[in-house]
């Protein structure tokens, strides 16, 4: 039955990254309208029509859809162990929540840092060479889509160490 699961808990996984873009990307065209107008909806080829929050939207979901599978199927994997299917389940969703609590925290906190640790005289390496409008609020939108990939690793590491200990977990002898 746990392996019937498998292709809905990882469309499940990616639709929830996905969600996370775009959500994400309403945050970071707020922050920089610029970095999807002179990078991302270029890069994605997004239709003029929609070089706005929509396009926005449109990126976020393209640019994280893929997470999904990076991270559900070790999750997947690593609560395949714990008894019972419906525990299982749990487990995986779970593990899929800290994943996501992970990557908006770190996030978020690199925008927050960028406010106070970036400066026109201080942009990062990556911003060398690059000409755009406003290279600040290019930059502090950059800093939170790095720190958000980053952010899913460093969740994946946490949502697989729950769903180990969960498998683990249930899989304990008695105490006699």
């Known amino acids: 039955m746990k392996l019937l699961l498998l292709p809905v808990l990882i469309a499940f996984a990616c639709l929830l990254a996905g969600i996370y873009g775009v959500i994400h990307n309403q945050v970071s065209y707020a922050v920089s309208p610029g970095y999807f107008h002179e990078f991302k ?14 396009g926005a939207s449109i990126v976020g979901f393209m640019a994280s859809w ?3 599978v990076l ?32 990557t908006v925290i770190l996030g978020i906190a ?12 201080t942009l990062p390496p990556w911003m060398n060479n690059r000409e755009v409008t406003n290279p600040l609020a290019f930059a ?9 990939y980053i952010g899913g690793l460093v969740g ?9 200990w969960q498998a683990w977990q249930s899989r304990k002898m008695p105490v006699l």
């Open 41 to 54: 909806f270029i890069r994605f080829g997004i239709d003029p029509t929609h070089h706005n929050r929509v």
């Open 66 to 68: 893929w997470m999904g």
């Open 71 to 102: 991270i559900g199927l070790p999750i997947y994997l690593g609560a395949l162990f714990v008894k019972g299917t419906r525990t299982f389940a749990y487990t995986f969703l779970n593990a899929a929540s800290i994943v996501v609590t992970v």
């Open 110 to 121: 690199a925008l927050i840092t960028s406010f106070f640790t970036l400066g026109p005289d």
């Open 140 to 148: 502090r939108a950059g800093t939170m889509h790095n720190f958000s």
């Open 156 to 164: 994946l590491v946490f949502g697989l160490g729950y769903a180990i």
